[in-house]
Each structure stands twice: as structure tokens, then as C-alpha cells.
């Protein structure tokens, strides 16, 4: 009997140290992840790891922003400063330096460049013929129309 005694203890003992080891892991992770990204949202400008990042992401970023566009520059992010700026409700257009891909300055144009305005007039007709077919058979709505006209709106092509 005393045997069995000494097997429950040995097995609570090796419960507790597991338990001890699995809270202090437990602990660590959280004082480390609260010191790494809660004090690095609250003041990215003093955080040790923005300052570690911000070469490897500007490095990143630079090889991306260059395979993109076809170019040979140089982009220079700051973590902190886009932390902060997205904080502040910036735009993603400037924060992420996105005139290096899409220049919107040479987007004014745009309605001739796409050949959008013409789509947008074919659009409205085929709406319109449709509503004036739909007016002509709206007395005589069953089933078959109403799966007719969702026929004619599935072809609208826009």
C-alpha cells in the first residue's frame, strides 16, 4: 500500500513541476509579446524592434516596389512612422509609397485612357431596353416572366 503512496506522490510531484514549467512558459511569452507589440503600438518610435525591422522591410519593400514596376530605386520605409501615420488615419496611398507602382497624377485621362464612358453609355441602353421590355409584361407577372427578366438582366453586360 505504501508503494502506491509513493507512485501518487512521484506522479503530483511531476504534475507540478509540468504545471510550474507550463505557467512560467505561459508568462514569458506574454511579457515578452506585451513588451514587443503592445509598447511598440503605444510608442513605435521608441521601440527597439521598429528599429531592428526597418532595414529588412525598406530592403523588402524595395525588391518588391522595384520587380513591380520595372524600375531601379530605392524605397525607404519607416515602421514607426507608418505605425503612427496609420494611427493618425493617413491615407495608404502616401504611407505606403505607392507612387512608385501606380502614379495617379497621370491618371486624369482616365474616362478616355479605359474607354469607360462608352461602356457606361452601353450599359445604360441595355438597362433601358430591358426596363421598357419589363414595363410591357409588368400586368403579367408569373413565374416564366419573372424568370425571363432574370434572364435578361444576367446577359447586361457592363
Avoid at 521598429?50 to 523588402?60: A, D, R, T, Y
Avoid at 512612422?81 to 488615419?89: G, P, Q, R, T
Avoid at 462608352?118 to 421590355?133: C, G, H, S, Y
Amino acid at each position: 500500500c505504501s508503494g502506491i503512496m509513493y507512485f501518487a506522490n512521484a506522479i503530483f510531484f511531476l504534475l507540478a513541476i509540468f504545471l510550474f514549467i507550463l505557467c512560467t512558459a505561459f508568462f514569458a511569452v506574454g511579457a515578452l509579446g506585451e513588451k514587443a507589440l503592445c509598447k511598440t503600438m503605444e510608442n513605435p518610435g521608441d521601440s527597439e524592434i521598429v528599429n531592428f525591422v526597418n532595414p529588412l522591410l525598406s530592403s523588402e519593400m524595395t525588391n518588391i516596389y522595384n520587380s513591380i514596376a520595372d524600375g531601379d530605386f530605392k524605397v525607404d520605409f519607416d515602421l514607426a512612422k507608418i505605425i503612427s501615420d496609420i494611427h493618425s488615419n493617413t491615407a495608404i496611398y502616401p504611407l505606403l509609397q505607392l507612387h512608385y507602382i501606380f502614379d495617379i497624377e497621370n491618371l486624369t485621362d482616365w474616362r478616355e485612357t479605359y474607354k469607360i464612358d462608352p461602356l457606361i453609355e452601353d450599359a445604360r441602353t441595355q438597362i433601358n431596353t430591358f426596363m421598357e421590355e419589363l414595363l410591357t409584361i409588368k400586368d403579367n407577372l408569373n413565374e416564366e416572366n419573372i424568370t425571363f427578366a432574370a434572364g435578361e438582366i444576367d446577359k447586361i453586360e457592363l
